[in-house]
């Protein structure tokens, strides 16, 4: 059900205008209240009472909860646990997250009180709330949920405890703990809900891959160079990639050892890359099928840097666009394509001249396609190796490079060169 529809019930049932509930709840929703505790609060609000009396629902396996049950009772190991503050009804409250599983799956779930539970418990959990939380069910552990020690230890296949490599973290993961090194720290000033607050940001590496991380509450530990086991991050999609987040609650502890960094970046296929969402620091080798629309010499926005077409930004109309260079390259690699940026240094070297040569050759040309045309001449057909951030949205998958280079280990290449070789 949407909010239209929860709000119309809920209306016909008070007797009160639509619009107003709607508003009462998706304002509630906007600080990510579960829709059956909005409910109930526009419900206290308009003078329709708590709801009724809830029976005691029947036992189920975790693999059988669907968002079409109201309440369910399961008997499950907690996986992992994590926590946060959010805000809810101008008054700051401390929730915790994680998964839980049973023999038959795992769910994720959402406690709205400290239960006292850890990761490791085996647990029978009474009239837990089902709400559907990014397209699949979730436990909604509410003041009418019982917690009690289970008989016998639940038995699961998977792992229990938050410890994770960064190749193993997605965005959505809670209660994550991490043995990284600190490789780069930013110190920021931003504006949030309580004005201005210092922020650190930076990146993390350990053997698997590195990852960007956000500190909310700055702590002096996070210092590049640093080995640091770090419990209880959130990780969160940060311009399309997964990103760790230190809150008020994580906590940072030295380690004795250094923890080894992954040189190289993971090498995935196109579609194992595309279909993990986003991947920081990712690396694939695919053939050129193209150069994009809006790729050589462009103009970019003196504003907001974004890419001007016929004189228009988007954001800011009518602007004196800057030259700049740029390509837009689709690789595939058999298993799917992406779309590789290469930013202005990197197109200097695939065009094999910068700024001032490409704006001469268009002027000569008196036509600024030239220049794209010379690099789709050069790359088009060539397998390269590229290294980069991979985001993934609705539009696509684009991966930003900060490597690009001609694949040694270039299939095609090989088969030109024998094909030469029996033509002489
Ligand atoms: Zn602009």
């Known amino acids: 059900m949407d909010v239209n529809s929860h709000a119309e019930e809920l209306a016909s049932d008070l ?33 329709g009472g708590g709801g009724g009396s809830t029976p005691t629902p029947d036992s189920v396996d975790v693999d059988e909860i669907t968002t079409d049950h109201d309440g369910v009772t399961v008997t499950v190991r907690v996986l992992t646990q994590g926590t946060r503050t959010i805000r809810y009804q101008g008054d700051d409250l401390t929730i915790r997250e994680g998964e839980i599983a049973d023999e038959t799956g795992v769910i994720s779930y959402t406690a709205w009180q400290d ?13 837990a709330g089902v709400r559907e939380w990014e397209g699949e069910p ?42 990284v090194r600190v490789l780069e720290v930013d110190e920021k000033t931003i504006s949030g809900r309580d004005g201005e607050t210092e922020i650190l940001e930076g990146v993390v590496g350990d053997a698997t891959a590195k990852l960007p991380f956000t500190d909310w509450q700055p702590r002096s530990e996070l210092e590049p160079g640093a ?3 770090i419990e209880d991050v959130y990780v969160r999609e940060f311009r399309g990639v997964p990103s760790i987040n230190l809150t008020e609650f994580s906590t940072v502890t030295p380690l004795p050892d ?25 690396e694939i080798v695919g053939n050129v099928l193209e150069i994009r629309d809006g790729s050589g010499l462009i103009e970019r926005c003196p504003e ?26 689709i690789v595939d690699d058999g298993t799917d394509t992406v779309t590789v940026v290469l930013d202005d240094e990197l197109t200097a070297e695939v065009y094999g001249g910068g700024l001032d040569d490409a704006l001469d050759a268009a002027k000569d ?36 490079a900060s490597e690009f280079a001609l694949a040694d280990d270039d299939p095609a290449d090989a088969a030109r060169a024998a094909l030469a070789e029996v033509g002489e």
């Open 15 to 47: 007797g009160v205008d639509k619009e107003e509930v709607k508003a009462d709840l998706q304002n509630l929703l906007e600080y990510s209240v579960p829709i059956d505790e909005a409910k109930q609060s526009v419900r206290r609000k308009h003078g």
């Open 115 to 127: 239960f006292g539970f850890e990761p490791g418990d085996s647990l029978t959990m009474g009239n």
């Open 138 to 179: 979730e436990l909604n552990l509410n003041d009418s949920t019982t917690v009690a020690i289970a008989d016998e230890t639940v038995e699961v296949d998977q792992e229990v405890g938050g410890d994770r490599s960064l190749v193993d973290i997605a965005a959505g993961d809670r209660g994550r703990n991490v043995e």
């Open 227 to 229: 080995d640091l086991r």
């Open 258 to 282: 250094p923890v080894e960094v992954a040189e190289d970046a993971p090498r995935l296929s196109v579609a194992d890359a595309v279909a993990s969402g986003g991947m920081f620091d990712v």
């Open 304 to 329: 907001c840097g974004r890419v001007v077409q016929n004189g228009q930004c988007r954001s800011h109309g009518d602007v004196d666009g800057e030259d700049d260079l740029r390509v837009k390259a």
């Open 365 to 400: 040309a008196m036509d600024k396609e030239v220049v794209a045309e010379a690099i789709a001449d050069s790359l088009v057909g060539h397998a390269y190796r590229v290294r980069g951030n991979l985001s993934v949205d609705d539009y696509g998958a684009n991966l930003d």
